[in-house]
């Protein structure tokens, strides 16, 4: 079984950073990709961004240029910087971790931007 716990969400003005991070805990052998995916209210849920065990990244193109995925194997977390906020970000952002032919969610983690 493997754990996700998420950090870092909270209220931020437009224009202002946030940093999540997920850290994978548990029964894991292997992670092939990880990554993070928002919802938000009345929305489907849909890709921010990921990345592979080889250091690949893919991003939305609504975040392209503003957030950055990133990656420390060795504690097997996943951050995802996030820089000139909108009020468009707002959302659930949840972790997505592929681990041993197996995807895992984590809890999500509440961004509001508003003035």
């Known amino acids: 079984q493997v754990q996700l716990v998420e950090s870092g969400g909270g209220l931020v003005q437009p224009g202002g950073s946030l940093r999540l991070s997920c850290v994978a805990s548990?029964?894991?052998?292997?992670?092939?990709?990880m990554g993070w995916y928002r919802q938000a209210p009345g929305k489907p849920r849909e890709l921010v961004a990921t990345?592979?065990?080889?250091?690949?990244?893919n991003y939305a193109d609504s975040v392209k240029g503003r957030f950055t995925i990133s990656r420390e194997k060795v504690k097997n977390t996943v951050y995802l910087q996030m820089n000139s906020l909108k009020p468009e970000d707002t959302a659930v952002y949840y972790c997505?971790?592929?681990?041993?032919?197996?995807?895992?969610w984590g809890q999500g983690t509440q961004v509001t931007v508003s003035s």
């Open positions: 997505k971790v592929e681990a041993d032919s197996r995807g895992y």
């Open positions: 548990g029964s894991i052998f292997s992670i092939s990709a």
């Open positions: 990345i592979t065990s080889s250091g690949r990244t």
